[in-house]
């Protein structure tokens, strides 16, 4: 964990790990058709998030997951992403010590978050994401609490 003062000033954010990597796609079992029966990776589980309008399917990968996201309304973000971009990277999310200190600490920084306050996220996470616009074209997620 990394909990200290930068070079640049003011303090880092308390980044433990990547936790995953979403993929936007049409259909969350199409999809498991290439990851898990294909790769042979392991399937821990599926979610839906009403909320949020996504069915999410988490697939282990090592330390990491890869998080297939499956839009469930037409008012969700990632719908939207699909009609726009296709199916494929969504965003990458690290996990955080503490999700209200980061987004403060990212604020600070002059960097642009989506939200106000975290979101509920699957598995009971607290979740944020910083626009792309303010980190290279990457959309990036926070994630507090493990799945």
């Given at each position: ?8 000033g003011g303090?880092?954010?308390?980044v ?5 990597l ?17 790769l042979?990776l ?10 949020r309008g996504?069915?999410v ?5 090592g330390?990491?997951?890869?998080e ?5 309304s037409?008012?969700?973000?990632v719908?939207?992403y699909?009609e ?6 969504h965003h ?7 999700i209200e200190?980061s987004?403060?600490n990212?604020?600070?920084?002059g ?6 306050k975290p ?8 979740v944020?994401?910083i626009?792309?616009?303010s ?10 609490g493990?799945?």
């Amino acid at each position: 964990m990394i909990n200290n003062v930068n070079k640049y000033g003011g303090a880092k954010l308390s980044v433990k790990r990547i936790d995953h990597l979403g993929v936007a796609v049409k259909n969350i079992d199409e999809a498991l058709n290439f990851y898990r029966d294909s790769l042979g990776l392991e399937l821990e589980c599926i979610e839906e998030i009403p909320e949020r309008g996504l069915k999410v399917a988490f697939i282990k990968v090592g330390e990491s997951r890869i998080e297939l996201l499956e839009s469930i309304s037409e008012k969700s973000t990632v719908g939207k992403y699909i009609e726009k971009k296709g199916e494929g990277i969504h965003h990458l999310a690290v996990n955080v010590e503490n999700i209200e200190e980061s987004m403060n600490n990212i604020r600070e920084k002059g960097y642009k978050l989506l939200s106000e306050k975290p979101e509920n996220g699957a598995g009971g996470t607290k979740v944020a994401f910083i626009h792309p616009k303010s980190t290279n074209g990457v959309l990036m997620e926070l994630v507090q609490g493990n799945h």
